[in-house]
């Protein structure tokens, strides 16, 4: 009997810990939640704002599945229950329509895109038709023909909704089941029959995404100093991260500013891509194509650097934020400005950038020059050097390095802003398709990354597709470039070659299994400066281990960047030291070794977050603002004559019961008198 | 739905309630008290209950449906008897505390007469459970939405409103028939109350058929009401009296000291 007892008792504290039981709450009767859904946020600079806002209590809509752009006519006119919240399909998804439904949006609640399994046929481009145009160097006053994009469109298909002010929220849902249960609701409960009215109750949606800045980054700035409290709430962040440059010589770090003797080639390309969603970015042909390339060139060069160093340096510099007006490179030549950087523009001797190199059609690889700093004769012969430099060595590979017409511009590059500063010689290789510029749809489908059926998960790892081998030949071709550029013998050009094992990178990156292990591309958006960007971190580590040399020390000592515990940090000038944790090939054990490398990371702010001034119009002026939660839900909503019955009951029998008991307690004592005994007093 | 429901279902559940406690008791600290101690010994009742309830369910196996509605029915008689219960315990406690106030009192008469305390704490029982029943779905009655995505019936926040509109007025009426059986002895009276507490009870199994559910137990607290207006001291006759309003004559013909 005792052990029985102490049994129960202890049934009973256990069953007390579990508090956590689910049960039928009514909440779970009326809603439910959307999971997967992606919105998309308000972003501001100097003096706009764009994106997407709601109200602080969330949009509630009435559920509307647009059929084709003549449907718009119900959601915008002739809907007997405004406001409505339109469920769009990728064909729709187009700036007629979304400028319709901004312009009507007393009657619009929210929109809800629901991304299809598979790349629309056709393209699809959020961004603008010309991209950066404010921020690069073809302005009025460099070259009024040239500005503006009037000589060449370069995002044709550019439909610019990335850059309007919404005032309803936007969100993606995926094509899952979740959203086959709003259709279903839609369905059954909402779609009109025969042109008749849909009957309550309707099923509806309610999207969250309030952000809490507003008009433009210098009021935004300013409120984030009003600290009254002592917890001060901001309400935006400005854009940025790190930028990752490397170099195949090592320079001396501290000291900063120009270095006599010392001439520098610069291999740029850039890291970060964005679209119309937040943190939806992949980017695979905008920005992976390029830095996987530069990566693979760089891997390339290694030996021929060390053992055959040729004249100049090569500097490998890799971009963050150049989506956004070009924070990272306008950053870089700030810091040379402000002899902040270990080298001056003084400098620089040449600029080659890679910009999108996946998807060459006829082989054809585009060499872009400026025109306008050409018409120097001492800048047009280096220019005319390089050019030439580049396309011997890509007839070498069956490639063949087109010069378009010599008086169009130079596309959007991070080369722009170098030029700003002063007229250097550069190239910038672009293979120009851009049917899905800056989207979603900006992935490995597009690249065409594709493998035969039959292959394991792990044989696709090892398997180099048609993309892969395109790559590896285009990196090839810099790295020989670079090292003829630099200086080098031409009879070390031959060794020169790019490892295709290097270029499948671009397939892990844009299936993102083994780095992140999540089942998403990885996203390039430059994301707000406290957080960290995903590919900053991957493209450094890479960038070490592929140019630099295993030390055999602890994990301790190489974070603390010496050798052994005598060892002084001054020896090592010019090198980091970095632990990664790899897993060597034919392993999955990942081991962590210590790597010696020239590849670094420094800060890519925009200046004008530096110096304070955020009117500032010649510097990137990005912030993201903050939001609370960011959620969705469906459920029905009932008429409001329903509403307003119900309320209508309640009151009067609330007045009926005050009157009736005033009534009866006013007569109580003749009421309940009959049963009183005058003598029993306590009765 | 919205605030309108909102307001709509509260006044419904609560506005006889509401009206009761204002004007016959909000002026009497003592009923008041009294009010608050019966609401705490449902409360107590409603504790118990619960925790045998938790326990077996823990111990059961969750994925038996037919187990679980068996449970769910024990639990619903268990909490039923337990209240019964409970309000025995209070009627007793009530008993002993009138003689100690009379005790210490100056006065010679009671300050509250068994049939008041009977009332009081009839009301009492019926706030708190209520109050159970109904606050947390008004409070999903405020969101944008109402109940019926799955296929629930739309008229879930009325009819919860109407039925713990019934329960309240019920545990009254129940209060004053059950002190005054105790007073009397007459333990058939007691016997009929808890049937007629178990039938309300297991009315709401009918629910989603809300006009099953609704419709008896209306005409319980129809029948349970004339039961405690005859055992509080009514009769037809005072009734008549005060709807033709010949009432002031009557206390003038009447006259005696209050």
Known sequence: ?683 | MTASVFFGCTFIAFGPAISLFLFTIAREPLRVIFLIAGAFFWLVSLLLASLVWFISVRISNMDNEAQQKGLLIFGVVLSVLLQEVFRFAYYKLLKKANEGLLALSQEETMPISIRQLAYVSGLGFGFMSGAFSVVNILADSVGPGTVGIHGDSQHYFLSSAFMTMAIILLHMFWGVVFFDACEKQCWWAVAAVVISHLTVSCLTFQNPEYVASLVPTYVILFLMGIWAFYSAGGSLRTLKLCLTCKDKDFLLANHRPR
């Not at chain 1, 007839?395 to 590059?413: D, T, W, Y």
């Not at chain 1, 500063?421 to 992935?443: A, C, K, Q, T």
């Open chain 1, 1 to 683: 009997m005792d052990q029985l007892s102490t049994k129960w008792i202890i049934h009973l504290l256990f069953s007390l810990c579990f508090l956590g039981v689910s049960c039928n709450s009514v909440g779970k009767k009326i809603y439910v939640d959307l999971n997967n859904t992606v919105p998309c946020v308000r972003l501001l600079n100097a003096t706009h704002q764009i994106g997407c806002q709601s109200s602080l209590s969330g949009n509630v809509g009435v559920l509307h599945v647009l059929e084709s752009e003549e449907n718009l006519d119900w959601v915008l006119d002739s809907g007997p229950n405004p406001p409505y919240m339109v469920i769009l399909e990728t064909p729709l998804f187009t700036r007629s329509i979304m400028m319709k439904l901004k312009n009507g949006s007393s009657r619009v609640a929210g929109v809800a895109f629901v991304v299809p399994n598979s790349n629309p046929a056709g393209g699809f481009s959020p961004h603008t038709s010309c991209p950066n145009e404010n921020s690069g160097v073809y302005t009025e006053g460099y070259d009024p023909t040239l500005a503006n994009c009037k000589n060449t469109v370069w995002n044709p298909l550019g439909s610019g909704l990335s850059y309007e002010d919404f005032d309803f929220p936007i969100f993606s849902l995926k094509d899952d089941n979740d959203t086959e249960v709003i259709r279903q609701c839609y369905i059954v409960h909402n779609r009109p029959v025969n042109g008749s009215t849909p009957r309550y109750p309707l099923c509806a949606m309610q999207l969250f995404s309030h952000m809490s800045a507003v008009t433009n980054t210098p009021t935004c700035m300013r409120r984030n100093d009003i600290n009254f409290s002592i917890s001060p709430e901001y309400v935006c962040d400005p854009l940025g991260d790190s930028n990752v440059w490397g170099s195949s010589r090592p320079l001396n770090n501290t000291a900063k500013g120009h270095k006599m003797w010392e001439s520098v080639v610069i291999a740029a390309a850039r890291l970060d891509s964005r679209s119309f969603f937040s943190n939806v970015a992949p980017g695979t042909e905008s920005a992976v194509s390029g830095f996987v390339t530069l990566l693979a060139a760089a891997h390339a060069l290694r030996n021929a650097t060390q053992e055959a160093q040729p004249n100049r340096t090569i500097l490998y510099a890799f971009f963050q934020g150049e989506a956004f007006d070009y924070i990272g490179s306008s950053r870089m030549v700030y810091d040379m400005e402000k002899n902040q950087f270990p080298l001056d523009m003084d400098n620089i001797h040449s600029v080659l950038e890679i910009g999108q190199v996946g998807l060459r059609s006829d082989s054809k690889l585009w060499l872009h020059t400026d025109p306008v700093s050409r018409r120097n004769a001492t800048v047009n012969k280096e220019v005319e050097e390089l050019i030439e430099n580049l396309q011997l060595v890509a007839r070498e590979l069956n490639i063949s390095g087109e010069e378009p017409n010599l008086s169009q511009p130079l596309p959007p590059s991070s080369f722009q802003r170098f030029l700003l500063n002063r007229p250097i010689p550069g190239v910038v290789l672009e293979d120009h398709r851009s049917e899905f510029y800056e989207s979603m749809f900006d992935n490995r489908e597009y690249l065409n990354i594709t493998y035969p059926p039959e292959l394991t998960p792990e044989e696709q790892l090892e398997y180099v597709t048609d993309t892969a081998k395109a790559l590896t030949e285009v990196a090839t071709m810099v790295g020989r470039a670079l090292y003829k550029q630099a200086g080098g013998e031409d009879s070390q050009l031959k060794n020169i070659n790019a490892d295709s094992q290097i270029v499948r990178l671009v397939k892990i990156i844009s299936i993102n299994q083994n780095f992140f292990s999540n089942d998403r591309p990885l996203n390039l958006y430059v994301g707000v400066y406290q957080q960290a960007s995903e590919p900053t971190a991957l493209v450094h580590h890479l960038l070490a281990n592929l140019t630099g040399s295993v030390l055999n020390i602890t994990q301790e000592n190489c974070n603390n960047q010496r050798e052994d515990e005598e060892d002084k940090e001054s020896k090592h000038v010019g090198h980091t030291a970095v632990f990664l944790l790899l897993a060597p090939p034919n392993s999955t054990e990942r081991r962590g070794f210590c790597v010696r490398s020239t590849s670094r990371v420094f800060r890519a702010l925009s200046p004008a977050f530096e110096e304070h001034n955020y009117t500032n119009k010649a510097y990137s002026t990005w912030t993201e603002s903050r939001w609370k939660s960011i959620r969705g839900r469906i459920f029905l909503v009932a008429s409001h004559e329903l509403e307003m019955l119900t309320l209508g009951v309640g009151i009067g029998v609330l007045l009926t019961s005050l009157l009736l008991t005033y009534f009866i307690s006013s007569k109580a004592d003749i009421l309940f008198s009959s049963a009183r005994e005058p003598t029993n007093a306590t009765y």
